[in-house]
């Protein structure tokens, strides 16, 4: 809905911003669907999500995929709504490490994701 203060959205409200490269990449143009879905460190999120869900590989091409994964997935009703939940927060934790490296400087890496034991 276009909410999200990203870089390519503060441009489309004529709010000027030094680059508008991604935050965590730098290699592509700050938009929702990059850093939610198709960023590299993105992807590793989502990888280290579903081997903690203990499901298949996680292919997402948009944000909506993110939003309707559980309605997709292998698991039973009561899971699938767990399953959209997780799938929520790591947007949520995604997002705060978007602006702890935007607002604060620090940085974030794939490893990030993968030192919590699954």
């Known amino acids: 809905m276009g909410r999200l203060l ?3 959205a503060l441009g489309k409200r004529n709010i000027p911003v030094a680059s508008n490269e991604c935050s965590f990449c730098g290699e592509v143009e700050e938009t929702v669907e990059h850093v939610l879905v198709s960023c590299g460190l993105a992807q590793s999120m989502w990888s280290v999500l579903a081997q903690w869900c203990k499901m298949p590989s996680i ?3 948009s944000f909506h995929d993110v939003l309707e994964l559980h309605k997709f997935s292998m698991f039973e009703k009561e899971k699938a709504i767990l ?4 799938c929520l927060i790591a947007v949520w934790c995604l997002w705060k490490r978007r602006n702890a490296l935007v607002h604060r ?4 890496q794939v490893s990030d994701w993968r030192r919590f034991k699954l």
């Open 6 to 8: 990203t870089f390519d």
């Open 59 to 61: 292919f997402l091409f």
């Open 83 to 86: 399953l959209h939940a997780v």
């Open 105 to 108: 400087g620090i940085p974030t």
